[in-house]
């Protein structure tokens, strides 16, 4: 169960539902996925090793550290357990730690996945991430996600804590809240030319900052420790975020076309396109006041 510490200054977004411990207690949460909440799912992931995976030496495998299997959905569990092995090989892991590591894997995601399914049953599912992310993190810079290069496409995003210590999240504001606070108070010329992952990145940048070493914004935030074995969705484009601390997870990720969303207009590029012009008519409108 997460500890919650909930900032007043912020819109309380958080939705705890310990009944769903499998597939047959789940239903779809998409409208609340897509509705910028962080739905966790406390008694969802069962049977996880947390000893083993707290335990796993990634200083002695740097390569563990973001391990993403590049496996497709439905392989069937031998070929699978074939090509995870091959990939352990292939980063030097020794044989005892890749059979425990497949092991645990592929139990775990023998029961998330489904669950996962229909949790976002409303979506078609298109290419898959699953990136078991074993690397110590401290102390990010907040952020809502951008890309280097726009992405058209939605994904569902799940995660799991397989470590025996809290995940510490600090989150802030939703990506809603930051367009409402920053309408008009962008000179639009300097939004002119850009392009909507651009303004996108410049909504996130004005709020909190470039890089990891500007994480000293003052924004409010409220606070989760996500605990072991804890599972949670957030769309984090849509819901600004930062991993205070943590040492071992897992995330499984999606892309969905963006026609298949329950809303499409809640797509990252569309809020920064309408942002765009909401900051500039805001602007008009001031002008013919004046
Ligand atoms: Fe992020």
Known sequence: ??????????????????EV???????????EYESAKVVVFPGLAKG????????????RYPELKKFSPILQ?????NEERHQLEKALAVRAVD?????????????LMAHLIPAYRAIFADYAFDRWKIMLRLNTIMAENMHVDTYKKENEQHFARMFVNLDTQPRIWHTSWRIGDMVERAIGTIPPEQLDGLS????WSRLNANFFGQNSREWWDEQPRHIAFFAPGDVWIVDSRQVAHQIFYGR??????????KQLMKDPSLHYLEIAE?????????????????
């Open 95 to 107: 044989k005892l730690t890749a059979n425990a590591l497949v092991e645990q894997f592929q139990r």
């Open 48 to 59: 996880i090793d947390h000893e083993f995976w707290a335990a796993l030496d990634t200083d």
């Open 196 to 199: 909507r992952g651009q303004v």
């Open 274 to 290: 309408r942002f765009r012009a909401d900051n500039s008519a805001a602007h008009d409108a001031t002008r013919e006041l004046a």
């Open 248 to 257: 071992r997870a897992l995330s499984i990720d999606f892309s969905v076309p």
């Open 1 to 18: 169960m997460p500890k919650l510490f909930v900032n007043p200054n912020l819109p309380d977004y958080f939705l705890s539902v310990p």
């Open 73 to 77: 959905p439905g392989v069937e569990p």
């Open 21 to 31: 411990t499998s597939v047959a207690s789940a239903r779809s949460y998409v409208e």
